[in-house]
C-alpha cells in the first residue's frame, strides 16, 4: 500500500470508532490494510484484536465502507481475525507415555479445513533453536514429494514465514470473509506477518493471542492440502493450547538443538501434546553440529547426541539430525527454502529426510 493509500485509510478511520471501547480505530495502526486488488480497485482489511461477535462486526464494516467513500475509496471491507477472548480452553485428559501412531484431522464444523486431511505441528518448547527454519523447509520438502502442502505460522510476536519464504504480499479475503493464503514455493502459507507492519509489535494480551491463532488456523481458505504444517509459536501457554485443541494435529514434530537447557523445553512440549492426546512423531535435533565453509571440519558448538537420547528416554522416535551450515543463514536471508537452494547441502539431505519419515507416517495413517 502507497504512504498516500495508508494516510487515506486512517483519515477514514479517525471517524470510525471501535463499539466496544468508544475509541476511534485509527490509532491501530498495524492492524489496517488497504490491499490493492488485481483490477485496480481497493479491499479495506482491518484486523482487531479482542472478542467481536459477527453482527457488530457487520456494523463496523459498513461504518467503514461509508467513511472510506467519503474519502474516495470504494470496494469491500472485511473486519478480520476477530480475536474471541474465550478460545483458550482447558486441556483433555493425559494420554499414555509412549508413541503413538499419526493420526487424521479430526472434523471441523469450519469448512477452513475441511478438505486438509493432516496437520502437523512443528514446536520447540523455547525459540531461537531454528524451529521456524526447519518448519518452512519442511513444507516444501513435502510439496516436493508431490502432496499438496501448506504451512500455518502461528507466531503472534515473532512471525518469521514472511522472512524465510521472501513474501511481502498482503492476502485476499474470500467472497466467504476468510482469508486466502498466499503462495509460494509450491506451497500456501499464512502468517500474521502477512497482515501487520513488519516494523510495528503486536502488543496483545495471551486471550487476544490465542484467538488470533485461532482464526488464523480456521478462516482461511485452505483448501484441499494432503498436510497443512504449523510453525508453532514457542512455549506452552494459551496460545499452544488453543491451536492444538482447535486444529486437533495429526501428530506433533519436537525441535531442539543437543544442549541441555533447549532439551529442557523440548521435554516440556512433549508432556503438552500428550496432554491434548496428540501423537508424537519425534524429535529432531537441529544445528547437531557446526560444519565450517573453510574446512569442513565439524564443531559440536551445543554438544552432541543430546536430542537422540532424549528421543530414547521418552520413547519417541528419533527424526534425525540437522546440521549448521552457512546455507542454512544464507537461505533464509535470501527467502528461498534451503532444500530449494542448495538441495546437494548436509542440511537439506537432513531435512529432506525429515519429510520422508512424515510422509511415510501419513501413508500409515492412510493405511489404517
Wanted: aromatic share 2%; hydrophobic share 45%.
Amino acid at each position: 500500500m502507497t504512504r498516500n493509500g495508508d494516510e487515506t485509510l486512517l483519515r477514514a478511520l479517525a471517524g470510525v470508532r471501535d463499539p466496544r471501547s468508544g475509541r476511534p480505530l485509527a490509532p491501530v495502526r498495524e492492524a489496517c490494510r488497504l490491499i490493492a486488488k488485481k483490477d485496480g480497485g481497493w479491499q479495506a482489511l482491518v484486523v482487531l484484536p479482542g472478542g467481536l461477535d459477527r453482527r457488530t462486526a457487520d456494523t463496523l464494516e459498513r461504518a467503514i465502507a461509508e467513511a472510506l467513500a467519503a474519502e474516495g475509496l470504494s470496494g469491500p471491507v472485511t473486519v478480520a481475525l476477530v480475536a474471541d477472548p474465550t478460545a483458550a480452553g482447558t486441556p483433555g485428559g493425559t494420554a499414555p507415555a509412549g508413541h503413538r501412531p499419526m493420526t487424521g484431522v479430526g472434523e471441523s464444523a469450519d469448512s477452513g479445513l475441511k478438505e486438509v486431511r493432516h496437520i502437523v505441528a512443528v514446536a520447540s518448547g523455547k525459540g531461537g533453536v531454528g524451529k521456524s527454519t526447519v518448519a518452512v523447509n519442511l513444507a516444501v520438502a513435502l510439496a516436493r514429494r508431490g502432496l499438496a502442502t501448506g504451512l500455518m505460522d502461528a507466531d503472534i510476536y515473532g512471525p518469521s514465514a514472511p522472512l524465510l519464504l521472501g513474501i511481502r504480499a498482503k492476502p485476499e479475503v474470500s467472497p466467504v470473509r476468510r482469508l486466502v493464503p498466499l503462495e509460494a514455493h509450491g506451497i500456501k502459507a499464512m502468517s500474521m506477518g502477512f497482515l501487520i507492519d513488519p516494523d510495528k509489535a503486536a502488543i496483545w494480551r495471551g486471550p487476544m493471542v490465542a484467538g488470533a491463532v485461532s482464526q488464523l488456523l480456521h478462516d482461511v481458505e485452505w483448501g484441499a492440502l494432503d498436510v497443512l504444517v504449523v510453525d508453532m509459536p514457542p512455549g506452552t501457554g494459551d496460545a499452544q493450547l488453543t491451536l492444538v485443541q482447535r486444529a486437533r494435529p495429526s501428530g506433533a514434530v519436537i525441535v531442539s538443538t543437543p544442549q541441555d537447557l533447549a532439551l529442557a523445553d523440548a521435554r516440556r512440549a512433549v508432556q503438552m501434546f500428550r496432554r491434548v492426546e496428540v501423537p508424537i512423531l519425534g524429535i529432531v535435533e537441529n544445528m547437531s553440529v557446526f560444519i565450517c565453509p573453510h574446512c569442513g571440519g565439524e564443531s559440536a558448538i551445543f554438544g552432541q547426541g543430546g536430542a537422540a537420547q532424549e528421543a530414547e528416554r521418552l520413547g519417541v522416535p528419533f527424526l534425525g539430525a540437522i546440521p549448521l551450515e552457512m546455507p542454512v543463514r544464507e537461505s533464509a536471508d535470501a527467502g528461498r527454502p534451503l532444500v530449494l537452494s542448495r538441495p546437494d547441502s548436509a542440511a537439506a539431505r537432513a531435512l529432506e529426510s525429515l519429510a520422508g519419515c512424515i510422509a511415510g507416517a501419513m501413508e500409515r495413517a492412510a493405511g489404517k
